[in-house]
C-alpha cells in the first residue's frame, strides 16, 4: 500500500516531502489499526456485547453532536495557511476561539438531550465526560498548522507515544477486572495526551499559543467559506453515526455492541483515504495554480487509487468474515460477521467520499457537498427507520451502504457544476484509466 503511494509521487513532479509526510501518518494509523485489532478487540471481548454496546451508544450520540465542535475549518486552516504565513497567528488564533465556542453550545445541547431521554445513568455519565473532551480537541488546530507545512511527522509521534501509554493501561484495567468507566477515562486520556503533544511540537518550533490573535474580520472569512462543512460534518456524522443511535432505539444493548463490533472493524481501514487525501491536499492546491490540466489529471489518479486500495479491502474480508469474528471476539459476537460482510462493501464509497470532498473544497463547492451529504443522511434515516424494525442490525447494515453511495457517488450526478467529479468516480469504479493507460496510477 505504501508502495503504491509512493509509485504515485515519484511519478508527480517527485515531491518527496509528501511521501515522508504520507508515510509517517500511515505508519501511525497502521500501528494503531494492529494495535486496535489486539488491544481493542481484547477490551470489546472483555466488555461484552451489552457494556460494549453502551460504550458504542455514547460515543456515537456525542459524535452527532461533536461534530459542529470543530467548526468544518481543519481543512479551511490548511488551505489558508498554505497561502498566507504572514496570518498563520491570526488564522490559528481566529479557529481556536471559534471551535472553543462550538464546543461550549456542543456542551450545552448534549446537557438538555441526556435530561431529556431515558437512559442508564451509567450512559449518561459516559456521554457528559465524552462530550467535555471537544474542548480538548480545539487544539486540533495545531494539527492543521502541522499539516499545512507537510510535518505530520511529530502528530505521528504524539499520537503512537500515546497510543502505546493507553494500550497498556487498558491491559492493567482488564486484567484486575475494572468496570467500563475506567475504559471511558483512558479514552479520554487519549484525547487530552495528544493535545498536550501538539502544545509541546509547538513549542519545540519557537511558536507560541501567546502569539495567537482574535480577528473579527478572519473569524467572518472563515466562517463564510466553512459553514457548507460545518454543516457536512453534521450530517456525516448523523448518517455514520444514526444507525447505532436508532438500533439503540428500537433493539437492545447488546444488538448495538454486536453491531457496532462489526462497524468498527469495517471503518478501521477509513484512516486510508483520510491520510492520503489529506497530506496530498496541499500539493494539489499547488497544482491547481499551476496547470488546469494537471489539476484534473492528478485527481482522477486519486480516485483511482481510492478504488484500487478500497477493493484490495473488501474482497478478502467478505470471503472471511465468519472466521475473522470468530477469532477476533468469539461466539458472543456471531451475530457480527453477517453484518461486517455488508457493511464492509460501502468501504470503496467512503474512499471515494473522502477524496470527492477535497475537490469540492478545492473548486469552493462546499455548498455543494452539503447537499450530497444531506441526500446519504436522509436515505440512512428513512432506511433504518424501516430496515432495522424488520430485518434488525442487518437492515442497519444495507442502509448505511445505501446512503454511501448515495451520498459520496450519486449525488454529484444532480447538479451540472458537480457532475465532473460523477464521472471521475465512474471511470474509476470501472477501472477505466487503469485499462486505458494499462498502469493503476
Known amino acids: 500500500m505504501i508502495a503504491k503511494l509512493s509509485s504515485y509521487l515519484r511519478n508527480n513532479s517527485g515531491f ?24 481493542g478487540v481484547w477490551v470489546t471481548r472483555y466488555l461484552g456485547p451489552d457494556q460494549y454496546g453502551i460504550l458504542s451508544y455514547a ?22 495557511l498554505v497561502k498566507s504565513d504572514e496570518k498563520e497567528n491570526v ?5 481556536f476561539v471559534l471551535q472553543t465556542l462550538g464546543s461550549t453550545l456542543i456542551i450545552v445541547m448534549i446537557m438538555i438531550s ?62 484486575n477486572e475494572f468496570s467500563l468507566i475506567y475504559f471511558v477515562y483512558v479514552l479520554a486520556f487519549d484525547v487530552v495526551f495528544l493535545a498536550f503533544g501538539k502544545l509541546w511540537y509547538y513549542r519545540k518550533f519557537g511558536k507560541s499559543l ?15 467559506d466553512s459553514w457548507p462543512l460545518i454543516l457536512s460534518s453534521i450530517v456525516i456524522s448523523v448518517y455514520m453515526r444514526v444507525d447505532q443511535v436508532m438500533i439503540k432505539e428500537f433493539l437492545e444493548n447488546s444488538d448495538v ?26 500539493a494539489i492546491i499547488n497544482a491547481k495554480m499551476r496547470s488546469d490540466e ?21 474482497l478478502p474480508v467478505v470471503f472471511i468474515s465468519d472466521w475473522i469474528i470468530q477469532v477476533l471476539y468469539g461466539s458472543a459476537f456471531s451475530e457480527s460477521a453477517a453484518v461486517l460482510n455488508i457493511h464492509i462493501i460501502s468501504s470503496v464509497f467512503v474512499f471515494l467520499g473522502v477524496a470527492n470532498q477535497k475537490w469540492f ?26 430496515l432495522i424494525p424488520n430485518y434488525g442490525i442487518i437492515g442497519a447494515a444495507y442502509a448505511t451502504l445505501i446512503s454511501q453511495f448515495i451520498a459520496s457517488v450519486l449525488g454529484p450526478l444532480v447538479f451540472s457544476k458537480t457532475r465532473s467529479s460523477f464521472f471521475m468516480m465512474i471511470r474509476a469504479l470501472f477501472l477505466v484509466q487503469v485499462f486505458k493507460d494499462k498502469r493503476l496510477l
Not at 462489526?262 to 487525501?277: D, Q
Open 16 to 39: 518527496t516531502k509528501y511521501l515522508k509526510n504520507t508515510s509517517w501518518l500511515m505508519s501511525e494509523k497502521v500501528i494503531r489499526l494492529l494495535i486496535a485489532l489486539s488491544i
Open 114 to 175: 441526556i435530561m431529556l431521554n431515558n437512559n442508564e445513568p451509567i450512559t449518561n455519565e459516559i456521554i457528559v465526560i465524552l462530550g467535555l473532551l471537544t474542548f480538548v480537541k480545539s487544539f486540533d488546530v495545531i494539527g492543521s498548522y502541522f499539516h499545512s507545512k507537510v510535518r505530520s511527522k511529530f502528530m505521528a509521534i504524539t499520537g503512537l507515544v500515546g497510543l502505546l501509554i493507553s494500550s497498556g493501561m487498558k491491559i492493567f484495567l482488564i486484567l
Open 210 to 224: 501567546l502569539n495567537w490573535r482574535f480577528s473579527w474580520s478572519i473569524s467572518k472569512s472563515l466562517l463564510n
Open 294 to 314: 494537471l489539476y484534473k489529471e492528478r485527481f482522477q489518479r486519486l480516485y483511482n487509487l481510492m478504488v484500487v486500495l478500497g477493493l484490495s479491502i473488501i
Open 91 to 95: 488564522i490559528l488564533g481566529s479557529s
Open 257 to 282: 455492541g454486536q453491531y457496532s463490533a462489526a462497524v468498527r472493524l469495517s471503518e478501521a481501514w477509513y484512516f486510508i483515504p483520510t491520510i492520503i487525501c489529506s497530506s496530498l491536499f496541499p
Open 361 to 386: 473544497i478545492s473548486e469552493n463547492f462546499q455548498a455543494y457537498n452539503i447537499i450530497c451529504l444531506g441526500f446519504g443522511m436522509v436515505a440512512n434515516v428513512f432506511l433504518n427507520l424501516f
Open 59 to 80: 460515543q456515537s450520540f456525542v459524535a452527532i453532536f461533536g461534530a459542529f465542535s470543530s467548526l468544518g475549518l481543519n481543512d479551511i486552516i490548511i488551505r489558508e
